[in-house]
C-alpha cells in the first residue's frame, strides 16, 4: 500500500488567483500514478493531471464529482491529493461509449478493464478516499447523486462529453449543488481556443457562454489555460 509522501504545503495562497500560478506550475509527486493502456490516447494529459493534483491539495475538497473516469487517471491523481489532505469521496461517472466516435465493443470493453483495475489501485493506495464509480451517462446518474437534498460538492471535474451541449447540460445538473467555495474544472476547453489542438478548437463556445451567462455577475471566477488539451477553472465567489 502506497503512503503519500508530500505533506500539505503550509504556503498556498487563500485566493483563487493568487494560487493559480502554484495550481498550474508546482511540481507534483504523482508516483504510483498508472500509466496511461487505452488503445485510443483520451486519457487524462500529465500536464492536466498536474493541475487537477495541485488544485485539490490546495482546495481541500470533501466531495469530489467527476465525469469521464476513462481509465481513471484523473481519479488516481485527485485521490492522492485528497489522501494528502485527509481524505473525501470522489464519485466518479462513464459508460462504455460515446456519442462522437465510432469504436469497436472490443475496445470499450478493454478500457472497462483498465479503468476498474486502476479504480481498484487507487482505493488500495488511498483508503482514506473512498470511491465511488457509477455506470452510466452522466445526464442521468448525476440528478441520482442529489436526489436526497443534501448532497453538495466542492470540486467538480467534467472530463466526459467535450461538446457544448453535453457540458452544459452535466453543468446546470451540478450547479445547484455548488459548495459556498466550489471548484469546478473542465478539461479540453480553453478561453484561447486558438491554442487547443485542431479537433477540439469547435468547443470553445462553451467557455465564451460559462463568461457571459455563468459567471459574470453571478460571483464565479475563472482562469483557463491551453497546455496540455486546455482546462478552464471557474472558483464560486470573489477571492
Not at 491529493?81 to 462522437?100: L, Q, W
Not at 445547484?176 to 479537433?199: G, Y
Request: proline residues 7%; aromatic residues 12%.
Amino acid at each position: 500500500m502506497n503512503t503519500p509522501n508530500i505533506p500539505p504545503s503550509p504556503d498556498w495562497p487563500a485566493g483563487f488567483h493568487s494560487a493559480w500560478q502554484m495550481i498550474c506550475s508546482r511540481p507534483a509527486d504523482l508516483e504510483g500514478l498508472p500509466a496511461s493502456r487505452w488503445k485510443h490516447a483520451w486519457s487524462t494529459h500529465p500536464s492536466a493531471a498536474r493541475r487537477i493534483h495541485n488544485a485539490v491539495l490546495w482546495q481541500k475538497p470533501r466531495t469530489i464529482i467527476e465525469t469521464g473516469t476513462f481509465e481513471g487517471l484523473g481519479t488516481y491523481a485527485m485521490a492522492k491529493a485528497a489522501a494528502i489532505n485527509g481524505g473525501g469521496t470522489i464519485y466518479t461517472i462513464d459508460y462504455d461509449g460515446d456519442p462522437e466516435a465510432s469504436i469497436p465493443p472490443e475496445d470499450w470493453q478493454q478500457l472497462r478493464d483498465f479503468r476498474l483495475e486502476n479504480l481498484e489501485k487507487a482505493r488500495a493506495d488511498f483508503p482514506s478516499v473512498k470511491i465511488v464509480f457509477l455506470d452510466g451517462d452522466s445526464r442521468i446518474v448525476l440528478p441520482q447523486l442529489f436526489q436526497d437534498g443534501k448532497t453538495v460538492w466542492d470540486l467538480f471535474f467534467q472530463d466526459s462529453m467535450h461538446f457544448t451541449a453535453g457540458i452544459l447540460a452535466e453543468w446546470q445538473i451540478v450547479k445547484p449543488h455548488a459548495s459556498p467555495r466550489a471548484l469546478a474544472i473542465f478539461d479540453d476547453v480553453c478561453l484561447d481556443w486558438k491554442k487547443l489542438p485542431s479537433h477540439l478548437a469547435g468547443h470553445r463556445d462553451f467557455c465564451l457562454h460559462f463568461v457571459l451567462y455563468e459567471a459574470l455577475g453571478r460571483g464565479w471566477r475563472w482562469k483557463s489555460t491551453g497546455e496540455g488539451r486546455g482546462q478552464f477553472f471557474a472558483k464560486k465567489m470573489r477571492d
